[in-house]
């Protein structure tokens, strides 16, 4: 079994930054993949970036390539996401999200979830 705590969200204006948190707690973190998601009102929650088991590789949604940076810190059972060049359409709530399939870029494939920060960019 798996926790997971996101921390980081807040109020920033369109081309400011941001760095997330997700502490896991439990067995096995660097035995699953990782990743963040987003949930916007009105729409469906969708994939941001993930990482995978040694953190070598990492993937990304075409709408944030080169905005935002997913990694790890195994020391700490901690995964990030730093977000810059922020957007007003990136205003959502985030989850951080582990699982165990490789690229891990569907809902379906999540393990386990946080209970989500929510992230406002004013424009």
């Known amino acids: 079994q798996v926790q997971l705590v996101e921390s980081g969200g807040g109020l920033v204006q369109a081309g400011g930054s941001l760095r997330l948190s997700c502490a896991a707690s439990?067995?096995?973190?660097?035995?699953?993949?990782k990743g963040w998601f987003r949930q916007a009102p009105g729409k469906e929650r969708e994939f941001v970036a993930s990482?995978?088991?040694?953190?070598?590789?990492?993937y990304y949604a075409v709408f944030v390539k080169g905005r935002f940076t997913i990694s790890r810190d195994n020391a700490k059972n901690t995964v990030y996401l730093q977000m810059t060049s922020l957007k007003p359409e990136d205003t959502a709530v985030y989850y951080c999200?582990?699982?165990?399939?490789?690229?891990?870029?569907?809902?379906?494939?999540?393990?386990?979830w946080g209970q989500g920060t929510q992230v406002t960019v004013s424009s």
């Open positions: 439990g067995r096995g973190f660097s035995n699953y993949a």
């Open positions: 990482i995978g088991w040694s953190g070598d590789t990492t």
């Open positions: 999200a582990f699982g165990s399939i490789v690229p891990m870029r569907g809902v379906d494939v999540v393990a386990y």
